[in-house]
């Protein structure tokens, strides 16, 4: 789980755990359905508490999500490559080069994107 701040303070803020494993990498939400105000507070409260952090909207999606049903993408379809072999492979439909694989996206993958077929 990367939320960037203290996980106690994210679930009391939340009013539940927190999922695991939530990525904004992709992501879709109903925009009428966001409580805006209670937006506002996780963001003032989790600034107060440790300042801006890398994964300051990640944290917030996890608490948004935290005790509501909500669907993973399935893992064959969300890929996230661990190594360069995979990255040659080119599965899965979504393609999410955080952390060390951004290298290989900068490097390699962004090649293969504009080479796919645009049908």
């Not at 904004?24 to 801006?52: F, M, N, Q, V």
Request: aromatic share 14%.
């Amino acid at each position: 789980d990367a939320y960037g701040y203290d996980r106690a303070l994210l679930d009391r803020l939340a009013g539940h755990p927190l999922p695991p494993k939530v990525n904004t990498g992709l992501i879709g939400l109903h925009s009428p359905s966001l409580d805006w105000p209670r937006l506002e507070l996780y963001a003032r409260e989790l600034l107060a508490s440790k300042g801006i952090d890398h994964f300051l909207e990640q944290a917030m999606t996890a608490m948004l999500l935290a005790g509501r049903p909500f669907h993973y993408a399935p893992p064959a379809d969300y890929f996230i490559p661990t190594d360069l072999a995979s990255v040659h492979a080119r599965t899965g439909c979504f393609h999410h080069y955080a952390g060390p694989a951004r290298k290989w996206f900068y490097r390699l993958a962004w090649q293969y994107a504009l080479a796919a077929p645009t049908s």
